[in-house]
């Protein structure tokens, strides 16, 4: 603590908050300069402060900190994108919670990584520019993956060696990757992914986002590919995604509505 600068200038995307003391809260901020960090933010539960509407969840923010004895101290706020439309969508509001809960649960306060930064508030600029979920949501899981050395191996059955043929293969969560069908008895949680869904998952992870944008599976497909990152990502975690499970109660909610529709591309 003795060695740190006593204020820092940083920009950053509050991740959530938490009631600290009798009129404070407790923030856990990405920022760009710093990484991961928690900043207390005194008086923003008092209703005539003037910086609790910079520091709600999923806001980018600028923020002057000083040092404190345990955690940084947040001594001013400034609103940089506020992301409006994430608010306004029960469907956007759930994705957006879940890609700030998978940076939360992947990442710890160890420095900076501004390359992830970046990724993080372009997924949500994406989302909240009506681009199409299935495309958001899956590049920013391999690129989240990659970045934290998680990257999936996907060319290759992650047993033999050898190059996938084009043909339905399995996949292990264990192993981190395609198990080809000869070796797939080999591992134990071996379970079966088809050539269109191991197709898809190879455009995200060598694609730009750009390049991404062109993916448009049948719903069979998107199903599939959601089921085996949910499965590969509680894994890594060793436990459920909240937001997740929010996300469905939400598309159950569409699909018995006769006032709303379901998204085209879920």
């Known amino acids: 603590m003795s060695t740190r600068e006593r204020s820092r200038r940083v920009e950053g995307i509050i991740l959530r908050h938490q009631r600290w003391g009798e009129a404070d809260r407790l923030l856990t901020v990405f920022t760009r300069e710093l990484g991961k960090i928690r900043a207390v933010a005194k008086g923003v539960r008092k209703t005539q402060s003037r910086k609790a509407g910079h520091l709600e969840p999923f806001m980018q923010s600028a923020l002057l900190l000083a040092q404190g004895r345990d955690w940084w101290i947040v001594t001013q706020a400034d609103t940089v994108e506020a992301f409006l439309p994430l608010r306004e969508n029960l469907e956007k509001t759930g994705y ?35 681009q199409p979920f299935f495309v958001v949501i899956h590049y920013y899981e391999i690129r989240l993956l990659d970045m934290l050395g998680f990257r999936p191996q996907l060319f290759q059955c992650v047993i033999c060696g050898e190059d996938i043929l084009a043909a339905d293969q399995y996949f292990s969560v264990l192993q981190g990757g395609v198990v080809c069908p000869k070796c797939s008895h080999k591992s134990e949680d071996s379970r079966r992914i088809s050539l269109e869904a191991l197709k898809y998952l190879r455009h995200f992870q060598r694609s730009t986002y750009a390049q991404s944008l062109a993916a448009n599976p049948e719903e069979k497909i998107q199903s599939e590919v959601e089921s085996i990152m949910q499965w590969y990502l509680t894994f890594l ?30």
Do not use: C, W
């Open 96 to 130: 957006a919670a879940y890609i700030i809960e998978l940076l939360d649960r992947f990442t710890y306060e160890d420095g900076p990584n501004p390359s992830l930064y970046r990724l993080v508030i372009e997924s949500m600029r994406h989302l909240a520019a009506d």
């Open 237 to 266: 975690l060793e436990r459920n995604i909240n937001a997740q499970a929010f996300i469905r109660e939400v598309r159950k909610g569409y699909s018995t509505s006769e006032n709303n529709t379901i998204n085209p591309e879920y």
